[in-house]
């Protein structure tokens, strides 16, 4: 990201999301993005995933300029090259553990004995083999993250981006869901994070601390800086 700004209008009100910020992140990274609320943090995340666009500056991925992509072609990208992991889990009652998994998948017209291959795959890789057909009022909160990131992952994504993965949950399964993702970091995936918890942070190689729109900070994780 390149000297990218985005400012939201709020009725006749301009709010500046971000102003300039200048952040690389290498293939393989894991990262977390840091901040008091109103930091940008949410901003930034939705830009490095193709949700939004900024008003100014560039934003390469993977040596292309998405930042000029319309809608369709944003889709795309988010379709083919982005995993997401959410707070709120968001995944489909109606749906079984595999067939949430598969959803993605779908949307890609990926065939379907190729998408249920490779869902009971993933539901395996987070530890839900043996609960394929259960649905997610079945499952505990740690167990629907676990088929949250099954999911994020079934595209095979280039990055996977999480806002606050273990805000709802204690503290131990938080645990076993950073676990998760130190794994999937050993694999060599590349992973934002957005957490407001240094013990949550502590598991990323890099820490990006955001304050009012500007990048504050970026280097190891570590010491006591925390937001609130």
Known sequence: MENIWKTYQLGSVGVTA????????????YVAVMGPSGSGKSTLLNLLGCLDRPERGSYYLAGQDVSTLDDGQLSEIRNKKIG??????????????????????FYQGVRRHRRRKRSIELAGLVGLGDRLEHHP???SGGEQQRVAIARALANDPMILLADEPTGNLDSSTSDEILAVFDELHRQGRTIVMVTHEQSVAQH???CIHLRDGLVESDGPCGGDHVDR
């Open 18 to 29: 971000l102003r300039g910020v200048d952040i690389r992140i290498e293939q393989g990274e």
């Open 84 to 105: 997401f992991v959410f707070q709120s889990f968001n995944l489909i009652a109606q749906l079984s553990i595999v067939e949430n998994i598969e959803v993605p998948l």
């Open 137 to 139: 009022g079945e499952l």
């Open 204 to 206: 990323a190689q890099r």
